[in-house]
Each structure stands twice: as C-alpha cells, then as structure tokens.
C-alpha cells in the first residue's frame, strides 16, 4: 500500500492540500475528482479519506489560508508609522510575492472560491470586501495628505489587483524576466501612477 511521501515539518494533509491547489488550478475545482487527486499524491483514493472529509474542506483550507495571510498582513501594514504610498507598496509587493511564491494557493482562491458552500462563501465574500476597502482607505488617506492623485480608490484597488493576477501569463511564459524584475516593473508601473509628483 503506498504511503504519502512527506518531507520534514509537512504533514499529510499538507502535502494533499499543495497537490490539490494545483490539480484545481489546472482543472477547476469542479472538474477535479478525488481520483486524480489520489493519483497526484501517489496513493488509493480511499487512503485519502484519513486526512480529509471531501474536496469541498481542500477548497476551504486553501481560500482561507491565502485570506488569512493578507489579512495578517494588512494588519502589520495598517499598523507601521509609514505613509500611506509606502503602505501601497508594501501591500502590493506582498501581493506580487504570494503571486509569484505561492502562485497555485492564490490562483484557486482567487478564481475557485465561488465554488465554497455557505456559511464559508458568504464569510469569505465578506473577508474579500473587507480586504479592498481597508486598501482603499489607505489610498484615501493618501489622497488627504496629497501624497496619492485625485482617483477613485475602490477603482484603484480594483486595477492594481487585477492587474497583479495577470502574473499568471508570466507563469506560463517561457521567455520570462526574473521575478524581481517583474516586482521591479510592476512597483514603478502602479506605485508610480499613484504618485503626485
């Protein structure tokens, strides 16, 4: 019977949940089958039911584990005694870094989740909304102390982070720059649109 290949400090569940993140991003959430998943991780598909209850609670685990870490990390941001276009950069340079690093988790969150069962859809609708209006608060405070141009905030927000998902093309590019290039442009690309000069 084989066994599920760990490394150290990963357990099981953790080495199914990666394996997951990326069968649901090449396939969809809806269209992987538990069977692939098994034969992506090497094992029965019955074994699977020791670590995890359905492909529902991977779905969950990986939304909210991306949620969580932007929402700990707009919690450091918000909280530096740094200006409001720092607090931009810093936010989108993490965006840029999970996108780059953790690419497969943010993709499904970002595209798969409409597929979660309430009470998580709604919660995580929620986390969602709540996310870009604390980042459009800070563009707005930026525009009070004239450090940011005269826009619409929630516009912004809404550009930047599309824009940022657009990493994905640079995934599937075979001729690519190198990733600090990418974060390099990406920064003097949107930062320097913000910037009232």
């Known amino acids: 019977m084989a066994r599920i290949k760990t490394e150290k400090n990963i357990s099981r569940k953790d080495v199914i949940v990666t ?3 990326i069968l649901f991003r090449e396939k ?3 269209a992987a089958s538990m069977r692939d998943l098994a034969e992506a991780v090497g094992v029965e598909a019955a074994s699977l039911y020791n670590h995890i209850k359905s492909k529902t609670e991977l779905l969950h685990e990986l ?7 932007f929402t700990h990390k707009i919690d450091e941001i918000e909280a530096e005694p740094i200006s409001s276009i720092e607090k ?3 936010i989108l340079r993490f965006h840029i870094s999970e996108m780059i690093n953790h690419y ?5 969150s970002d595209r798969e989740w409409k597929h979660l069962a309430d009470p998580y859809l709604s919660n995580f609708q929620n986390q969602r909304r709540i996310y870009r209006k604390r980042f459009a608060a800070i563009i707005e405070n930026g525009i009070r102390n004239k450090e940011i141009k005269k826009i619409d905030a929630a516009t912004a927000v809404l550009i930047m982070l599309h824009a940022i998902s657009g990493i994905e093309s640079w995934h599937r590019s ?6 600090e290039e990418l974060e390099q442009n990406m920064i003097t690309i949107l930062v320097g649109g913000l910037t009232n000069h």
């Open 174 to 179: 075979t001729q690519k720059i190198s990733a």
């Open 88 to 90: 931009v950069e810093k």
């Open 28 to 30: 969809g959430f809806k």
């Open 63 to 69: 939304c909210f584990s991306v949620a969580n870490r």
């Open 104 to 108: 497969e988790e943010v993709y499904v």
């Open 19 to 21: 394996k997951a993140a």
